[in-house]
C-alpha cells in the first residue's frame, strides 16, 4: 500500500508478527500491535509480559493515540494487507474483518491476492476502504488478529 492512501498510523514499515520493525513508534506482539514505550526503539520486541499471554496492545495505547492523531484525519481511505495460511478461507475471513468492523460490503475489484511462490501463504490486499474513526482502524487489525492463521499485517 502507498503512504498516501494508508495514511500514518504506523507508517510503511514492515508489520510483523514477531516484533520486528513497525516504524513511528509502533511495535507488533504475537496477536496484534502497540505502542513502542519509552526508549524502546524499531524492533523493542512484542508488549508481552513474561508468564502472561499475548496482548493486542502494548500497556502505552495512548501514545498511539496520541501519533493518530497528529497524522491521520478522518475518515480516511486505507488498504490492509494480510498474509497467513489457509487459501480461499483465510481470504473470506480476512474480507469478512474488514466487512464487520466498518459495516460496509467490500467489493471483489477492491479484493486481490497472491500466492507465495511455494503456495504455503497467501497474500490478501483489501482496499482502499474508508475508515471512519482510529477506533475503527484498531479494530480492523483487532479482528484481523483474531485469526490465527495470520502470519503478517501491513
Known amino acids: 500500500s502507498s503512504s498516501s492512501s494508508s495514511g500514518g498510523g504506523g507508517g510503511d514499515g ?3 508478527r514477531d516484533g520486528s520493525k513497525l516504524g513511528e513508534g509502533m511495535r507488533l506482539s504475537s496477536k496484534g500491535f502497540g505502542t513502542a514505550g519509552a526508549g524502546a526503539g524499531a524492533g523493542a520486541g512484542t508488549s508481552s509480559s513474561a508468564g502472561s499471554g499475548p496482548k493486542i496492545f502494548s500497556d502505552e495505547p495512548s501514545n498511539w493515540k496520541e501519533i ?3 497524522v491521520n484525519k478522518y475518515p480516511i481511505e486505507r488498504h490492509f494487507q494480510a498474509i497467513g495460511t489457509g487459501g480461499e478461507d483465510f481470504k473470506l475471513a480476512m474480507v469478512s474483518a474488514v466487512e464487520s468492523t466498518l ?5 471483489a475489484s477492491k479484493v486481490s491476492v497472491r500466492s507465495s511462490s511455494g503456495g504455503k501463504y497467501l497474500s490478501v490486499n483489501i482496499g ?3 475508515v471512519d474513526t482510529s477506533e475503527q482502524l484498531t479494530a480492523v487489525y483487532t479482528a484481523m488478529s483474531s ?3 495470520l502470519k503478517w499485517w501491513m
Open 103 to 107: 459495516g460496509c460490503s467490500v467489493p
Open 128 to 130: 482502499p476502504v474508508v
Open 68 to 70: 493518530d492523531d497528529k
Open 14 to 16: 514492515d508489520r510483523k
Open 147 to 149: 485469526d490465527e492463521r
